[in-house]
């Protein structure tokens, strides 16, 4: 368990209304992303942090931001919601073991649905 | 953009048999991971390749990293319905710590 908590869980909203995705880590791990799941399309990495107010942008950034004010949250913010962001959302921590690379943990999802 | 390609998508056997998931790239990767991910869940880590030619077992799990660190695959012997689940294969490249993602083999292996 690496103590990651991903909330809301499940979350249903307009098309154009703001959503905000929130991760919790209790393991003080310096790393932190939001991927997004697709059928067909694997993981992909939207933003990801690597300290606090230090984030940059991944491979699907259009259309959301991110924030990280305290080392054990990132927020994964949608100004303007829209159907293609219909999605799984998954935040993940990184921590660095000795000689075996970058070992991820995994949340536990937050489903979205914009309708 | 670094590309990771899965094969086969789907994969459907029976309990005893045999399997391979391969997992190619056109770019070099400096490791490779291997997941599994069940329905409802996250992704969990099976394994991590790091050396060219690397073989890591995991019980009835053979993991096989490429020569080159371009590919990788994944042999499972005696399949069982436990086994039932998404692999994702996953390559790290650059300083950012950042992994590329396969799109996944969903495997399922029936009684």
């Known amino acids: 368990d690496a103590g990651i908590t991903q909330s809301p869980r499940h979350k249903v909203t307009e098309t154009g209304t703001p959503v905000t995705l929130r991760c919790h880590q209790t393991?003080?791990?310096?790393?932190m992303y939001w991927y997004r799941q697709d059928p067909g399309h694997g993981l992909r990495l939207i933003h990801y942090s690597y300290g606090v107010k230090d984030t940059d942008k991944g491979e699907v950034s259009d259309g959301y931001s991110v924030s990280r004010s305290k080392t054990e949250d990132f927020l994964l913010t949608l100004e303007s919601a829209t159907s293609s962001q219909t999605s799984v959302y998954f935040c993940?921590?990184?921590?660095?073991?000795?000689?075996?690379?970058?070992?991820?943990?995994f949340g536990e999802g937050s489903w979205l649905t914009v309708v | 953009t670094q590309l990771l390609e899965q094969s086969p998508q789907f994969l459907s056997i029976q309990e005893g048999e045999n399997l391979t998931v391969y997992c190619n790239s056109s770019?070099?990767?400096?490791?490779l991971q291997w997941y599994r991910q069940e329905p409802g869940e996250g992704p969990v880590l099976l394994v991590t390749?790091?050396?060219?030619?690397e073989v890591k077992k995991l019980k009835r799990l053979t993991f096989q990293f490429g020569d080159a660190r371009k590919d990788s695959s994944l042999h499972i012997t005696a399949a069982q319905p436990g086994d039932t689940g998404l692999y994702l294969c996953?390559?790290?490249?650059?300083?950012?710590?950042?992994?590329?993602f396969g799109s996944g083999t969903q495997l399922t292996v029936l009684p």
């Open positions: 390749v790091v050396t060219g030619g």
């Open positions: 996953a390559g790290e490249s650059g300083s950012a710590r950042q992994l590329t």
């Open positions: 993940a921590i990184s921590e660095r073991g000795e000689g075996s690379g970058n070992t991820i943990y």
């Open positions: 393991e003080n791990h310096r790393y």
């Open positions: 770019s070099v990767f400096s490791s």
